[in-house]
């Protein structure tokens, strides 16, 4: 009895750690943050950032960085490297 209720908690455990699935954003949810028009700073280092103004809120990302599962259309998520390098801008 004891070991259906541990593998149970484990089964209940891994769940939570899934993906959520994907939602179907609607014509009026569709991705705005402008990533598309900044992919010319990947590969480039963080610092520049710094020179920059942006009209969308942002959040730059670092390996192991706790961030939220929530979706903000018009957020630019700018992931950075541990060497300081800019690899990544998506909205969310």
Known sequence: ???????GAAA???AGCASPA?????????ASCGAEDLQNLIEQPKA???TMRFSQ???????????TMDFAPNRLNIHVS????ITALRCG
């Open 57 to 67: 809120r942002i959040r730059v990302i670092t390996p192991g960085m706790a961030v």
């Open 48 to 50: 520049v950032l710094e």
């Open 12 to 14: 209940l455990l891994m």
């Open 22 to 30: 994907p939602q179907n954003l609607g014509d009026d949810m569709v």
């Open 1 to 7: 009895m004891q070991k259906w209720a541990l593998a």
């Open 82 to 85: 541990d060497a300081g390098i």
